[in-house]
């Protein structure tokens, strides 16, 4: 088993090994008296997971209700995060009680979204069971839901008090994806550590080393920049395509999957900018290839550019572009948003 410690705000303390779900009550007794708490998950978790967990705090005198959502984005809204509020003032939780995320990325920002507003803010435990949520979701305090006007627009910076991922939880997983969180994963790689890339791409690497790793990089930003003002918008690497590719595709191409795109158009585009140093992008089309990862684009330079118009990170006419300068290292780059269709064409 691994441990970090992530030192943002409010700090805590992040668990990585194989078959740490048999110690979920353990490891939070630490934190939390038995007193009473929520699960929330959803149907294809709970099935895989739940009652387990369920039983591990009741036996350890817990009083546990639960609230089990229809996977999917469709249900990452405000009716969903009603319910759940709904749930715990029923189950009558009180400001020293607690939930649990017991889920991949979407189960832990609703969760953490709902926490953060529950009697103004009650504490939260990251359970992830998706490689995605394990490396990006669970760590940092970014929780939210999306309505009508894009995703993730409603939501608050609020930290869980311990993140418990069972590496076990990913054997699981549907192929695809368990490959949307290889992408996030290569992203650690390119931003800021070359042999992680190398690692992951070779195919054959630590599970619980790799989060571990992935994890150590992603806390080092976001405790440089806990409520992402600069530095944080690194971890955005290849995400201002990646948003536009998962518009234009109706959300056909998963989230991992459109970073992993996007990542090969920007350092492509870099590349011919001399911006990036030769090769990037052939290692990652490299990877995105071995890994069975769609990585040919449908899409043209005009339609990539429409959804930089409403990213969250657009200032004015301007667009902060995360551009890789070599293997292991990225940097902030700000162009004018009426060249950006020009930058992706270079590639
Ligand atoms: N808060 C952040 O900083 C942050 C960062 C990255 C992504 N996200 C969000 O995370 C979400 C994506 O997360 P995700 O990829 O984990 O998606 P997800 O939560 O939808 O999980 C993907 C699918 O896998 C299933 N699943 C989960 N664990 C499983 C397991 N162990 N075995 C079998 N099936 C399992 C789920 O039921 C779901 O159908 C997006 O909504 C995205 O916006 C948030
Ligand atoms: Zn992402």
Redesign the pocket.
């Known amino acids: 088993m691994l441990s970090l410690n992530v030192k943002t705000s409010k700090p805590y303390n992040v668990l990585i090994g194989a078959g740490l779900l048999d110690s979920v009550a353990k490891e939070i007794s630490i934190l939390k008296k038995p007193g009473k708490c929520i699960i929330v998950s959803?149907d294809?978790?709970w099935a895989?997971y739940g009652e387990k967990v369920k039983a591990d705090l009741e036996n350890a005198g817990y009083n546990v209700c639960e609230f089990v959502f229809a996977?999917?984005?469709n249900s990452?809204n405000m009716e969903t995060v009603l319910s759940i509020l709904e749930c715990c003032f029923e189950n009558q939780l009180t400001r020293s009680d607690f939930a649990i995320a017991l889920?991949?990325?979407?189960?832990?920002?609703i969760t953490g979204f709902a926490s953060s507003i529950y009697l103004r803010g009650i504490d939260f435990i990251q359970i992830p069971?998706?490689l995605?949520?394990a490396i990006?979701?669970s760590v940092?305090g970014?929780?939210g839901v999306n309505c009508s006007y894009g995703?993730?627009l409603i939501g608050a910076f609020h930290q869980p008090i311990k993140v418990i991922c069972d590496t076990n939880?990913?054997s699981?997983?549907?192929y695809d994806?368990y490959t949307?969180g290889i992408c996030e994963a290569l992203k650690y790689g390119v931003i800021r550590d070359a042999a992680l890339f190398d690692e992951i791409a070779s195919m054959e690497f630590d599970i619980e080393k790799t989060v571990y790793r992935c994890i150590e990089i992603k806390a080092e930003i976001v405790e440089k920049d806990e409520f992402d003002h600069g530095e944080r918008q690194l971890l955005n690497f290849g995400h201002t395509l990646a948003h536009s590719i998962e518009a234009l595709s109706d959300f056909e191409i998963s989230?991992?999957h459109a970073v992993g795109l996007g990542m090969l158009l920007i350092s492509k585009a870099c590349e011919s900018k001399n911006l990036c140093a030769k090769g990037v992008s052939d290692k990652i089309k490299k990877a995105l290839e071995d890994y069975n990862i769609e990585y040919n684009n449908k899409f043209s330079a005009k339609e990539l550019c429409f959804a930089a118009l409403n990213d969250k990170k657009r200032k004015g006419d301007s667009i902060t572009l995360v551009i890789p300068e070599y293997m292991g290292k990225c940097s902030l780059y700000k162009i004018k948003i009426s060249e950006l269709e020009e930058f992706i064409t270079a590639g």
């Open positions: 959803d294809i978790v895989l996977n999917g984005e990452k889920g991949g990325g979407i189960v832990g920002d069971t998706t995605l949520s990006d979701s940092g970014k929780t995703k993730n939880t990913f699981t997983l549907p994806i949307a989230h991992g």
